[in-house]
């Protein structure tokens, strides 16, 4: 068990262009979150997928972010048309499959800053 | 709207003290609830998963959970400086938690 990776740690870009980043989740677990985390407040929930299947979206996610999950193994996360506002900690967390509410564990981020 | 409410902080307590953290929650049907320890400019780290009233202990951490007043705790005993991080309080009733603001802990020697 490697735990949670993503990748890059870290991302500066200009506003406007496009990101994408990626998250591989602890082998054996089925679900896959991402979530976005600014200074000061708690993980906000951005999608959620079971395998590959993408269940949940927030209704903060704009049109701009998509993420995949083509094998229900690794998952990207793209944002097009970056903008100063999206500057924060991108989360990945992973979980297996259970009844309720899983415990979910976190990779180390993906610090994006957009200039 | 699912809330999950902490005081952001700081909440400072020298050594060896116990530290104690906070957290409502608004969704009468969450089940499930999970404290995080989150250092500066780290992701968060689970420390404990609590889902039936009462409590439950792990080494020097304690979660309390408290259905009927909506009401989830943290106690640190024996508090030491590198306790010093952000706690997040996290619960859910579906597959989604809602996370808290997190509470600044400062354990100074």
């Known amino acids: 068990d490697t735990g949670v990776s993503q990748d890059p740690r870290h991302k500066i870009t200009k506003r406007g262009q496009n990101v994408t980043f990626r998250c591989d989740p602890i082998s054996e677990h089925n679900r896959l979150y991402w979530y976005r985390q600014t200074l000061g407040q708690g993980p906000e929930f951005l999608t959620y997928f079971q395998n590959e299947a993408q269940l949940e979206k927030s209704r903060l996610l704009s049109d701009r972010f998509s993420a995949e999950r083509p094998k229900g193994s690794f998952s990207t996360l793209e944002i097009q048309r970056t903008e100063q506002g999206d500057s924060a900690m991108y989360l990945c967390a992973s979980s297996s499959q259970g009844t309720s509410t899983d415990t979910q564990y976190f990779g180390p981020g993906t610090r994006l800053t957009v200039l | 709207q699912k809330e999950v409410e902490q005081n952001s902080g700081p909440l400072s307590v020298p050594e060896g003290a116990i530290a104690s953290l906070n957290c409502t929650y608004s969704d009468r049907v969450s089940q499930s609830f999970f404290w995080y320890r989150q250092y500066s400019g780290k992701s968060p780290e689970l420390i404990m998963s609590i889902y039936s009233n009462g409590d439950k202990e792990d080494g020097r951490f304690t979660a309390q959970l408290n259905k009927a007043s909506q009401y989830v705790s943290l106690l640190i005993r024996d508090s030491q400086p590198s306790d010093s991080a952000t706690y997040l309080c996290?619960?859910?009733?579906?597959?989604?938690?809602?996370f808290g603001r997190g509470t600044s802990l400062i354990v100074h020697p």
């Open positions: 996290a619960g859910g009733g579906s597959y989604i938690p809602t």
